[in-house]
Every structure is written in C-alpha cells, then in structure tokens.
DNA sequence: AATTAGCACTCAATGACAGAGAGTGCTAAC
DNA sequence: GTTAGCACTCTCTGTCATTGAGTGCTAATT
C-alpha cells in the first residue's frame, strides 16, 4: 500500500503535472516543462532534484539515461487514489449520452449494449458492460407448449422483461390435458420464488404432486433447468475494440494482435470485472496489478450499477496504462446514474 | 470481362506463377523467382518479355520501377476463375473441423456460432457468416401469457427451433378467459402459414372472428409483429476479427483502425453479403471490386449454405486481396457441407 | 523467329555517421 | 533552499554511400 505521507505537497504537484502531461502527450516528460507551467514558482534544477526523489520513491521511470520521466504502476495508483481531478463533461457529450439512452428502450440488454457503445464512445477505450448476474431473480411465470408431438417448449418468465425458453426433443405421448395439469402446478410452485431457490428438493415436491410419469417430469424438469442456466449465464457486451489501435504504445503489430484476442476471450474478461466493491466506488487495476502477464501495459477500471444495490452488473473500462483515468470515472460515473435511472423504469412494477 | 483467350498458356502459368508466390510471399515476384522454379525450361529474360506483355494486359504491375511484380486486382480475377488449384484439406485441419462441429447442437444459432468461429481459425482471416433470412419459415405455435396484470408475453416458434417472443405493456383487463379464447383463434389462423404471409388481410380476418375489445386486439397484433419481426431480423456472426493484423499490407494503424471499425458495422457487412448464387457456387468480390473505397485492399468470398435449396444463409471470408483464395474456398467448402448436414439433422421433422 | 546472355540502369533497403535537441546530474554560486 | 551553468548522455533525424534485387534493351545464339 502507498504510504501517504512518503510525498509532500510539492512532491504530489510534481507528479501530478508529470502524469497529467504523460496521459495528454504520451511522450515522457522533462523538468522544464513542468517549470515553464510556473504553477510552483520553481527553476528547473530544483523540479529535477524532486524529481529524482521521486525517481528513487518508485513513482516514476525513466525510459533511458537522460528522457524524461514517465508515471511508473506505482506512480499512477498514487494519481488515482489522491491526484486525479474529476471534472464534470463537456456539454457536447452530456447530449451525445442522453441522445443514446433517452430514447424509450424495453428490453434491458438492448439498453445495456447501448451503454457499452457510449462509453467506448465518450471515453475513446474499450468498453466492457456485464449484464447482472441474476441469481435472485423472481419466476414470474413458466409455460409449457407444445410445438408438435415430439418436441415441447418451455418459457420462464422472471422479473425485469426477461424471457428464456427452451426447446427439448421427447418421445412421450404428452395430451393436452396433461400439459394443462403441468402448467397449473409448475405455475403455482415456482412462481414467486427465485431461480437459485429452484433446487432438487422443490423439483421432487413438484414431481410428487402432478400424477404424471417420472418420464415426463423429466423431460419438463430438463427444459425448466436449462432456462434457467440461461437466465443465470451472464451476458457480457464489448465495443470500441477498434479504440485499443489509437494509442501510441500498441504501435506494434504483434502486440495490438495479442490485445485484441486477449480481449475476444470472455473467460479473461468476466475475471477482470469482479470488482469487490458493492457501494458506487471505482476500482483500478493499474498495469502490473492484473495478474495476467499480457495485461501488464493495460489498466481496468470497473464499477457498478444497479437499482437500490440489486442488480449489480459491472461496468468497466479498458485501455493503455497512460489511460485518461479522471475523464473516464466522470464518463462512467455520468453513464451509470442515467443506466440506473432507466433500470427503475423498467423493473419498478416488478416485485 | 475478362477475355479468356487474350492469355496463353504459357502466360497463364507465369501469371499463376506470380499470383501464387506472392500470395505466399507477400514479396514482389521477379522474373529470376520464377525461372529458377524450371517449370517451363526457360530463361529469366523470356520471362521478362512475357512479364512485360501481362502488365500492358493489366494483370500485374510493378510497386515502382525496377521492382518484382504483383497482381493486380485483374490478375487475382483472371486466378479465381482459371488458374487456382483447389486443393484438398490436409488431415489436422479436417480433424480440428470436426471437434468443433461434430459435437450435438441443438440450437441453430449455436451451430451457426461455430462455424463462423471455425471458418477464421482455418483460413486465418476474418469470417462472417448470416443466419438465413427467414421470410419462409412456417409458424408452429403461437402463445399468449398474462406475465401480471399489465403485461403480456407473446411467444411465437417457428421451425428450426427458432423461438422469439417479446413483452408488452398494457393497461386493458385481459382475463383467462379471453387468453384462452385469444391464443385458440391465433393458433387456428396462423398455424402453418409463413411469417411473410401474416400480412393486415390475416390479421383483420382475425380481429372479426374474435369478439374482443379493439383495445386488447391491438396490443396482441402488436406483439405478435413484434416477434416476426425478430424472426425475419438477420443474425451477423464475425470472428477472426484480430486476424486482419497479420497481414503486412495493414501493418499501417490508421487503416488497421480503419477495417476494424468497418467491420464492426452490420450496415456495411449485410450489402457485401448479398451472394447472387443460388446454387453452391462461390463469389467472388476482389479489391476495387467492391463498391466502397475503403474496400479497394479487401476482397470478400461469399457462398451459401442450406439444405435442399431452402433456408439458404451465407458465408463469407474477408482478407486482403492478396488472400490464398484456393485454401479459402476449400475450407469453406468442407465445413459447409458439415453444416448443411447438421442442419438437416435439426430440420429434417420439421415441416 | 524465338530465346537468352550480357549489360547498364533504377530504386528500395540498409547501415554508418554527424549534428541537433531534449533532458539529466552535479557543482558552485546566490 | 534554490538555481544558473555546464558537461554529458542518449534518441532522433537526415544525409550519403553501398548493396542487391530487379528491370529493359540489345546483340548474339539456337
């Protein structure tokens, strides 16, 4: 952990002005820069002496004997957690948000991808919004129909406008009237209750119940499984890929190629975007803090959103270390009030 | 047109010759490069004439003076439709084929999925394959459910397994009773007819025989519009994006940057898809080609797919012009009879 | 008449080299 | 404690000569 007071008040300007002039230009940056900003009232000599403090301290690096200096990991966690100034957006972007996410949109994923296309808009990084993990989601409704003789489909229902249905293939001489059995007490046991409260125990009550054969529940109790392994499955929404090619520092063929399927594999993003936090706060992962070995020059930043905590899905941002990390959190944080405005719009009625 | 005779034999196989080593290579191919291969017992020099003669015939031309050649986009014309050697797959490809489509897949959509993922792994450029526009398909089954008081949940199967539904809000009082007398008269008219079919004629036969409010008529036509119109909305798969890297003519990022963002928007991709063949034949869409300019470095296969004529998709691989058009076309052609057979597996009962 | 050996020529790519410029660390003076 | 001054370091840029792959043309050969 960083400790606090390693840098005094002149340090932190010091670093301050060299991370906010690195993220701008990306070129490393020298001691008369800093002094001809005039903001300390310092020559350059002085501003270099602190700034080999700084060196030695671990928050900055130089590429090479006699450049200038660039924010070390360790240099930009200090910038995130006391230097970074939040400003609020430029008027152009509050209308270009409100212009993607004020139109009346339904269905909660579609309004979900539109807030991963304008955060990777806005931000100029690659966005990365996961759909809320419903464990407690509440069965509205299940439905059993059947499509012809062999085949019978099933539609769960849960709050929040989300439909799964599910498909499955059975040689059973299934009537009309047993399937009108099965739905009145299929409806009456589950609906109500939670999709992770559907367990063994509850199937076996229902199977005792309805005086039909094991064959059939089986058949049924397969479909309802499968819906609701795919209202449990998280859906995960990626744009701005095309963003990662902006930035200076993945000029390089190979390693912008690496970046690119690194990012196409959910199994290393869905990870990535735990964030522990369960109140509004962002988290970082700066450079070498990912465990991933490949993501040792790109940054995180996660957060996440919801209605009255429930709900939690995460929003993240992913770009070069020597991210614009202040104009993201006020991207972000913007995007999020309006999401979890619409959110109550469309979940509000639902219990 | 191409006019087929204007090229001899012999210039054929110089032309093939250069198309083929450069396509390997990436290099400018010299008259030397294919001397020395003896394929034609003759000098370099010889050689030179012709390769002069093919670049005043437009097939080829040179990057500057005293340079290799390379073919134009009327040399890689001429190659696709005379010259290319479609060769058969070697066995690891065929096996890896195999893993990925082999395994039992029930929803067409996942089948669909696979193949696009497996057509990049193969071929190493980007692949996009289109779910069928289904204007055809036959509805199956047509159900109304009372998701609470204010809602409604239409759900509408067609064949392929294909199910969409979608919610409406609503402020009527739709009792059971209506419900059921509704989704009866749905069933009964709409059944086996085709999604296309279903035009304001059906619908106002509909209105008349059932003796419901105007109100609650509307908002289950709305619904049930809804639906088809997700069935007919077409389904774009695109992998191997991060494939567009490898190849040195985009070693340029202000156009790599340029593809990826093209590539990303279906408006663009749905037109270039639009394979007049509809028999089995591949098309070929090379370079300047193309109608747009940002194009005129890219070339795109398209084919179709489907069983017996019907449900016809497409698929499509898009790489540079200089792409090793014979090994594409291969590989699409075995994985395209793989898909065709697991769709008639998912198909064949239908109706 | 077709082919080819030979030759002069062109142009990109490579590497060496010098000079400019931005930046540093250190020392001595303020 | 601050800074002016200076020697030094290292990248970057442009120049220049060299190399090498390739060409087109001409004259000789088959």
Redesign the pocket.
């Known amino acids: 952990m960083v400790w606090d007071n390693e840098l005094n008040d002149r340090k932190r300007t010091i670093l301050k002005s060299i991370v906010d002039d690195y993220i701008k230009y990306a070129?490393?940056?020298?001691?008369?820069?800093i002094a001809r900003k005039r903001m300390l009232?310092?020559?350059?000599?002085?501003i270099?002496?602190e700034?080999?403090d700084l060196?030695e301290l671990g928050y900055i690096t130089?590429?090479?004997?006699?450049?200038?200096?660039i924010p070390s990991d360790k240099g930009y966690r200090f910038y995130v957690e006391h230097l970074m100034q939040i400003h609020s957006l430029p008027h152009n972007e509050i209308v270009k948000i409100h212009q993607a996410l004020d139109e009346h949109i339904e269905e909660i994923n579609q309004l979900i991808k539109n807030v991963s296309l304008i955060i990777s808009d806005i931000t100029g990084y690659t966005s990365v919004v996961m759909s809320p993990q419903i464990e407690s989601a509440v069965i509205k409704s299940v439905r059993l129909v059947a499509v012809d003789e062999n085949r019978l489909l099933v539609v769960v229902v849960v709050n929040g406008g989300i439909v799964k249905d599910k498909i499955v293939r059975h040689r059973a001489n299934i009537t009309e009237d047993i399937l009108e059995k099965l739905n009145q007490v299929f409806n009456k046991e589950m609906v109500g209750k939670t999709v992770d409260q559907i367990d063994r125990q509850i199937i076996l009550n229902i199977q005792n119940k309805v005086k039909v054969s094991k064959e059939v529940c089986d058949i049924v109790i397969k479909a309802i499984e499968g819906c609701i392994e795919k209202i449990e499955s998280i859906d995960l929404y990626i744009d701005g890929l095309a963003n990662m090619l902006n930035h200076p520092e993945f000029s390089d063929m190979l390693r912008a190629r690496e970046i690119l399927e690194l990012l196409n594999e959910e199994d290393v993003i869905i990870p990535l975007m735990k964030n522990t936090n369960k109140d509004r706060r962002f988290e970082f992962k700066i450079g070498s803090e990912n465990e991933l070995t490949e993501m040792k020059d790109l940054s995180i930043i996660t957060t996440v959103y919801g209605s009255d905590g429930k709900r939690l899905g995460t929003i993240g941002v992913i770009g070069p270390t020597r991210m614009a990390y202040g104009r993201v959190v006020s991207a972000i944080n913007y995007i999020r009030e309006l999401l979890n405005r619409e959110l109550i719009k469309i979940l509000d009625d639902d219990t």
């Open positions: 070129q490393p940056v020298g001691s008369r820069t009232g310092l020559g350059s000599a002085t270099r002496n700034m080999a060196e130089q590429p090479y004997t006699s450049a200038g200096r």
